[in-house]
């Protein structure tokens, strides 16, 4: 859970197992999502998988924004 000044910013739940770590839940602030952008990360970086755990197909790129005051 992420905190400041006693206000929730967001939630994450994740299972560890050995070396890795799933992240099963994500709750925080999106502010924007890039639909297929990871076809043209993919071709940037060839070893980045098109296919993750479980089958479930690698495309949408989503960029979180937690702003903080000065």
């Given at each position: 859970?992420?905190?400041?000044?006693?206000?929730?910013?967001?939630?994450?739940?994740?299972?560890?197992r050995k070396k890795d770590v799933e992240i099963i839940t994500l709750n925080s602030i999106i502010k924007t999502v890039y639909p297929n952008a990871m076809s043209f990360?993919?071709?940037?970086?060839?070893e980045i998988p098109e296919i993750g755990?479980?089958?479930?197909?690698?495309?949408?790129e989503i960029e979180l924004e937690f702003k903080m005051k000065h």
């Open positions: 859970m992420a905190i400041k000044n006693k206000k929730y910013l967001g939630l994450i739940t994740y299972k560890i990360s993919i071709k940037l970086k060839p755990n479980c089958g479930i197909p690698i495309r949408d």
